[in-house]
């Protein structure tokens, strides 16, 4: 929250007494700003959350199109638009009484038997271009305000048996997910799949055939996807753990290699005393200095300044050696 000075105050006051700044533009332009928001349902899901699903369906979209384009031997654009949260009453009043309905179910490691619904929807032109082209037709779509047909039903049955399988793929990279199609539905007003006052998830698909244009909506609970994103993400840390474990073993090898490969200096202490400079002046080829050891006591090998092993000292082909006896 921004505090304005006196002097910025008094200038605010200036230009709207003196007609420069227009309080109903003000007002507007705030008002603009302020966005609504439903305390009764609230938001379940992240930004980061549905940037994950967007990813997941924009896959699914090429995926779709590829499909489709194969099937009907005319290319079909795909794109996913949008991705909402609302509840399942506001996404089934807006659907249209007669409706080309596909229902699936979403099963992954762990899933419930319940709330796993998938809705599918194809709008009226696009269904009617899709069945106009298995006919024989031209694709170029009818524009018809009657029913589905009993043929027509059965057509985009074997669609839908399609479509459903390529929405598992599109999951693969981030988990095991199986979709299943179930049954499909032409009246919006006897879908009993999901409770009502339920939220969901509605994607958005703009679909092109030609010069026909329409959507391809999913919507699927939003308790079955956060079920799958905590296992997601429950997952992602596992994988993660085990990258850094894995990470860390091969630092620590790498680091051994370095220090295996280092060069070291090993001095053999056979004993020490103490002399004064005035001894040390006086030394002369013959001395004997008195160490502070017994002849008996084992020799240490220090590496660097530390002491690492005890032994002895001897000669082996014709050098000096040290033999190692106890390890420190």
């Known amino acids: 929250m921004e505090v304005l000075s006196q002097s910025q105050i008094d200038d605010l006051l200036n230009s709207l007494t003196s007609g420069a700044m227009d309080i109903e533009t003000v007002t507007e332009e705030a008002s603009r700003k302020v966005k609504e928001y439903d305390f009764r349902s609230p938001k379940r899901f992240t930004k980061e959350q549905l940037k994950l699903v967007t990813s997941v369906y924009e896959n699914y979209s090429r995926l779709l199109s590829s499909y489709l384009t194969g099937m009907l031997r005319l290319y079909v654009s795909v794109e996913c638009v949008h991705i909402e949260e609302q509840r399942y009453s506001e996404f089934n ?111 958005m698909l703009d679909c092109s055939i030609k010069d026909i244009t329409g959507t391809i909506s999913i919507c699927f609970p939003a308790v079955c996807l956060e079920e799958m994103l905590k296992k997601i993400d429950s997952q992602y840390i596992r994988n993660l753990k085990r990258i850094n474990s894995a990470g860390d073993k091969e630092r620590r090898e790498l680091v051994m290699q370095y220090l295996s490969e280092s060069d070291l200096e090993l001095r053999c202490v056979i004993g020490s005393t103490q002399v004064s400079l005035e001894d040390v002046m006086y030394l002369s080829e013959g001395d004997v200095l008195q160490l502070n050891k017994s002849i008996t006591e084992p020799v240490h090998l220090n590496v660097g300044e530390s002491v690492w092993f005890h032994g002895n000292i001897g000669i082996q082909r014709n050098k000096k050696a040290f033999q190692v006896q106890k390890v420190l």
């Open 93 to 203: 009043n807006a659907l249209p009484d007669s409706v080309m309905v596909a229902i699936g179910e979403m099963r992954f490691p762990g899933s419930s038997d319940e709330n796993n619904t998938i809705i599918m929807d194809f709008s009226r032109p696009i269904a009617f271009a899709i069945i106009e082209r298995l006919l024989g037709g031209t694709g170029d779509g009818l524009e018809l305000e009657r029913d589905f047909t009993e043929i027509e039903t059965s057509l985009m049955d074997n669609v839908f048996k399609g479509v459903f399988p390529q929405m598992s793929d599109s999951w693969a990279g981030y988990y095991e997910v199986d979709t299943l199609y179930r049954k499909l539905e032409t009246n919006s007003r006897l879908m009993q799949a999901i409770g009502s006052d339920e939220t969901v998830v509605i994607l």
